[in-house]
């Protein structure tokens, strides 16, 4: 069954360092999605991305967050610079050809865990 | 705004018996979801409701929809043990490209 795997599993990375989650959507699907969750809370969306560009976005997702789907495949999270309150785990997700119409599908995660 | 809220947020059941969690959205949604997560684990989709009246079941779970109201309910019969997990209902809706609305989640724990 088609899945949407994402790399790595978990991160820690130092305040103010640059990291970059990655995600392998479902091959024919076109929506992507990133999504975060802060331990104990519940999930949280971060943006949206469709036809090589960004759809929607929450206020969450800041200048320091970028995203990008630079091979065709892959479907990254950038964070600049992290914070300390950057710690959460981190679902990205695809759908298919009818976007808000179909159900989306979440990867296992990256926990991150900046100190 | 979609704003999206369940109760109770926290539910402790014994083995064997029946319990309703709720999820009000507060405007119009294409859309509801119910999803089951395990502590450190992803979101694992247990249903999709698409109209008004729609009801699900599998197993010890059924879901249901009433567009009029607002509501979703998940519905627990005869609880076991292994139904402990955190479940979240969401909603898409609005001119959003599927995004997702949760609500806060309904940690749900069953005791012997």
């Known amino acids: 069954e088609p899945e949407v795997t994402q790399t790595p599993s978990h991160q820690v990375t130092q305040m103010g360092q640059e990291v970059i989650l990655r995600c392998v959507p479902i091959s024919n699907h076109l929506y992507f999605y990133w999504y975060r969750q802060i331990l104990g809370q519940k999930v949280e969306f971060l943006v949206s991305?469709?036809?090589?560009?960004?759809?929607?976005k929450s206020e969450i997702f800041d200048d320091q967050f970028s995203v990008e789907r630079p091979d065709g495949s892959n479907f990254t999270l950038k964070i600049r610079s992290t914070k300390l309150e950057d710690s959460a785990m981190y679902f990205c997700?695809?759908?298919?050809?009818?976007?808000?119409?179909?159900?989306?599908?979440f990867g296992q995660g990256t926990r991150l865990t900046v100190v | 705004e979609l704003k999206v809220e369940q109760n109770p947020l926290f539910l402790s059941m014994q083995e064997g018996k029946n319990y309703t969690i709720y999820c009000n959205y507060s405007t119009t949604s294409d859309r509801l979801y119910w999803y089951r997560q395990d502590p450190g684990k992803s979101l694992e989709s247990l249903f999709v409701l698409l109209s008004n009246g729609a009801v699900k079941q599998e197993g010890r779970l059924m879901a249901s929809l009433d567009t009029k109201a607002r509501l979703s309910t998940l519905h627990i019969t005869a609880a076991v043990h292994d139904l402990s997990a955190t479940y979240f209902c969401?909603?898409?809706?609005?001119?959003?490209?599927?995004?997702?609305?949760f609500g806060q989640g309904t940690i749900l724990t069953v005791h012997p």
């Open positions: 969401a909603a898409t809706g609005g001119t959003s490209y599927g995004k997702l609305t």
């Open positions: 991305f469709y036809n090589n560009e960004i759809s929607e």
């Open positions: 997700a695809s759908s298919g050809l009818g976007g808000r119409y179909t159900e989306a599908f």
